[in-house]
């Protein structure tokens, strides 16, 4: 089960990470969304460092 929900973090990350990536190859980026994506990302970070240990 645990690695089961690791698993799913990890592709939330990935396409949180490839929404990111297309937001800033727009032409006018979106600096609110932008951040509110990274700050989504770094807590997903944070939360599979707590439960990959």
Known sequence: M????????RQEQEALEAR???ERRR???DDMRLDA???????LQRQL????D
Request: glycine fraction near 0%; charged fraction near 45%.
């Open 2 to 9: 645990k690695e089961a929900l690791i698993s799913i973090m």
């Open 20 to 22: 990111i990536a297309e």
């Open 27 to 29: 032409e006018a980026p």
């Open 37 to 43: 994506m990274r700050e989504e990302a770094t807590d």
């Open 49 to 52: 460092e707590r439960y990959e």
